[in-house]
């Protein structure tokens, strides 16, 4: 297991054993926290980057410790990107008789419990990595046979050709169950000596007093709803680097800390962003074409707004298919609901046979980057470096991610290889999505059709099949700025746009008891995630910080 190739000091290996030892719940609850926007305005954020605990007198006398752990390397974040560094590293070092101590840590409960991706994987970056991945296993099951582009009117869709040399030729690639290859991925990292922690969530970033980075520390736990400490808290880890290499996936939240201490994007475009919405459903076998591929654009958005569908027939053993949409976060119109669109988009006439008959087995949400190559930050600062969906490596044209995130991986390790071993090594846009919303009063509510519950599905009963879990004590990982913002601003603006943009239903305006006037209302423990509020809440007020380690969705292969 994990902990046998570790060789932590007695202490702190007692430490991480406690963080392991405590229980989450086991069943996801929807119960509703919130405070009413008054006046006065009653606190809703009761998290410590907010409010610090220094000025909290529950928290006078508590043991705040923590351990401390040396690596050579430390990578935050378990996909694609971070795996294929971790995997790169142990390589060479095997290569050169070196030895490298590689730590990863990953806030999901498991490798690629939070991964979600269409995917249409292009092989070129697992070939330089494993050329012998099809002996190891890996779970490329579905090579492309077949691949249909369409523009989308509201009853009939208009074929496009797809020509040899245009960017979103798939022949040659693989569709696959993202979540599965990431977990692949981690075993074979393992099995290189690669320590990986799943469900420690790096919460912070630690400086030495140069201003460089000097590691990350995973995140305190035993915290109840309201900020104090419980009986069981125990304070983070802190692993300490060399190198720090930062693979959180698209809109990290520590990566932004670092855009703004070391002004990486000073010399980039804003970054643009996506919400993609997945279901995976299993068909009728007579419908089932192994190895299609099909893309649309255009209905149910209008012309005003960027988006687009997949729709994947995979060959699992069973008639699966891989079916999705995605939303420029660019959108104006604050009434958009980006959830409801997808379920519209389905009773579409050319996609709805499809879907008929069959049965959804699973869903999820993420965002992702749109910004492309004028988008990309600076990649490097004093004791670390981005790789990965975290800084933006995806190919837009392409429609694909996976292959550049992985290449970004090796290449940072080979350039951190050649400078681990030469022994001395010291550590040292357009407007953004979220200001492109028009007020409420210059738009027009949409009026979205009822689901049906065959095809098209209403919001708790999607979260449901995520399989999300957050420990319900814990203080909410939504944090505002400003408690007043939410009513005072986004919704006398806005009508609230969170309520909609939101695919899991964390965010609600609910009535106050007065009857009059509207209070926020953060579920927390439904968040998926994908950081679209992070992105899209016009005001800027929220900030995404990570709940204790292994809450979050539960995806399985997507």
């Not at 979103?168 to 000596?193: D, K, P, S």
């Amino acid at each position: 297991m994990l902990f046998s190739r570790c060789p932590f000091p007695s202490r702190a290996r007692q430490c991480f054993h406690a963080l392991k030892s405590i229980k989450r719940d086991c069943l996801p609850s929807l119960h509703k926290a919130g405070w009413a926007s008054t006046a006065t305005v009653p606190r809703i954020t009761t998290h410590y980057t907010i409010h610090p605990r220094d000025k909290d007198k529950r928290w006078e006398g508590v043991n705040m410790e923590r351990f401390a752990e040396e690596a050579d390397v430390v990578i935050v974040g378990g996909g694609p990107a971070g795996l294929s560094a971790a995997i790169r590293l142990k390589q060479l070092a095997a290569e050169q008789g070196k030895e490298i101590r590689v730590c990863l840590v990953e806030k999901a409960s498991q490798i690629g419990a939070h991964t979600l991706s269409g995917a249409c994987l292009e092989p070129r970056s697992l070939e330089e990595l494993f050329p012998d991945w099809k002996e190891r296993g890996a779970p490329l099951h579905t090579p492309v046979t077949e691949d249909k582009f369409g523009i989308l009117t509201k009853k009939y869709r208009i074929p496009v050709p797809i020509l040899p040399g245009l960017p979103m030729v798939n022949h040659g690639n693989y569709i696959v169950r993202l979540g599965h290859f990431v977990r692949w991925l981690g075993e074979q990292a393992e099995a290189l000596g690669v320590e990986l922690y799943p469900g420690y969530a790096a919460a912070e970033v630690l400086f030495h007093e140069d201003g460089s980075v000097k590691g990350i520390a995973t995140n305190d736990v035993g915290i109840q709803k309201d900020g104090a400490p419980k009986a069981t808290f125990e304070r983070g880890l802190e692993l300490h680097a060399k190198v720090t290499v930062f693979a959180e996936g698209c809109h990290g939240h520590l990566a932004k800390q670092l855009y703004t201490k070391y002004n990486l994007r000073e010399k980039c475009q804003a970054q643009s962003y996506g919400i993609g919405l997945k279901e995976l459903w299993t068909i009728d076998e007579k419908k089932w074409k192994p190895g299609r591929v099909e893309h649309t654009v255009g209905w149910p958005l209008d012309r005003h707004t960027y988006g687009g569908s997949f729709l994947y027939h995979l060959n699992e053993g069973e008639p699966l298919v891989a079916l999705g949409f995605v939303v420029g976060l660019d959108y104006q119109n604050p009434y958009l609901n980006p959830f409801r669109e997808f379920q519209r988009w389905k009773h579409h006439p050319t996609i709805a046979p499809t879907l008929e008959g069959g049965k959804r087995i699973a869903y999820g949400a993420r965002a992702l980057n749109e910004g492309g190559l004028q988008s990309i930050p600076k990649l490097t600062f004093p004791g670390g470096l981005l790789i990965g969906c975290s800084p933006g490596l995806m190919n837009v044209p392409k429609i694909k991610g996976t292959h550049t995130a992985m290449k970004s991986g090796m290449l940072a390790s080979e350039a951190i290889f050649n400078q681990l071993t030469n022994e001395n090594l010291q550590s040292k846009t357009i407007g953004p999505d979220f200001a492109q919303l028009k007020p409420a009063k210059d738009c027009t509510p949409i009026e979205y059709p009822k689901p049906d519950g065959k095809i098209s599905f209403d919001l708790l009963s999607s979260v449901a099949l995520s399989g999300t879990n957050h420990e319900h004590d814990q203080p909410a990982h939504l944090t505002l700025k400003d408690d007043s913002i939410p009513v005072s601003r986004n919704l006398a603006m806005f009508d609230g746009p969170e309520q909609r943009f939101c695919p899991a239903g964390v965010y609600e305006y609910i009535p106050l008891e007065t009857g009059e006037g509207s209070r926020l209302q953060i579920n927390a423990q439904n968040c998926v995630h994908c950081k679209t509020c992070d992105i899209k809440d016009p005001s800027q007020n929220i900030n995404w910080v990570v709940p204790e380690g292994g809450g979050g969705p539960a995806y399985n292969g997507m």
